[in-house]
């Protein structure tokens, strides 16, 4: 059983940046692929960004590529996801995944908010 805890989210202007981490519980964290994804008001969730077990692997959406980068610390437990020169369509709730892949997650959090004004 792994519990994420996110953190980090907040109000920023157009062309800032933030900084969110997920903090993991459990044993078998690094087991886990690690991933974000994000949902805006009307639209379905969406994937971010995800970091294999091992930190050395990524991969992102197209959308972020160049702007977001995701690492994790094995030893914290914690994954994080830095976004620069965020836009206003950055706009939404981030949520922290585990799992074996994009699409095949086993675990999510609950979310934060992070909102980007134009």
């Known amino acids: 059983q792994v519990q994420l805890l996110e953190s980090g989210g907040g109000l920023v202007q157009a062309g800032g940046s933030l900084r969110l981490s997920c903090a993991a519980s459990?044993?078998?964290?690094?087991?886990?692929?690690m991933g974000w994804f994000r949902q805006a008001p009307g639209k379905e969730r969406e994937f971010v960004s995800i970091?294999?077990?091992?930190?050395?692997?990524?991969h992102y959406a197209e959308s972020v590529k160049g702007r977001f980068t995701v690492s994790r610390d094995n030893a914290k437990n914690t994954v994080y996801l830095q976004m620069n020169s965020l836009k206003p369509e950055d706009t939404a709730v981030y949520y922290c995944?585990?799992?074996?892949?994009?699409?095949?997650?086993?675990?999510w959090g609950q979310g934060t908010q992070v909102t980007v004004s134009s």
């Open positions: 995944a585990a799992g074996w892949s994009a699409s095949s997650i086993q675990y």
């Open positions: 459990g044993r078998t964290f690094s087991n886990y692929a």
């Open positions: 970091i294999a077990w091992n930190g050395i692997n990524t």
